[in-house]
């Protein structure tokens, strides 16, 4: 909030802010865009020695809520494909 008690314009107007990418997550956009179609744990799995599973699966999740992924959940896993802007 800013000094005057409100919030700052770009939240108040409905506009988000494009929120930075880390390394971890342009590695799994790289990972998502070079193996179209692997499931979450596939994607995670060269990332677990430097964050747990849960937080990578956050992020994964995250990814998607913002629209740089699409998930597709089957009957027993969730599969991650690249928007196709992105490719």
Request: glycine content about 6%.
């Amino acid at each position: 909030m800013s000094a005057s008690g409100l919030a700052p314009i770009s939240f108040r107007l409905g506009v988000r802010a494009e929120m930075k990418l880390d390394n971890i997550e342009r590695g799994m956009l790289l990972y998502v865009a070079k193996h179209p179609g692997d499931c979450i744990a596939k994607v995670i799995e060269p990332f677990l020695l430097q964050r747990s599973e849960s937080i990578l699966r956050a992020r994964i999740r995250g990814l998607a809520l913002r629209k740089k992924i699409r998930l597709q959940k089957t009957r027993k896993e969730v599969l991650c494909y690249p928007v196709e802007e992105l490719i």
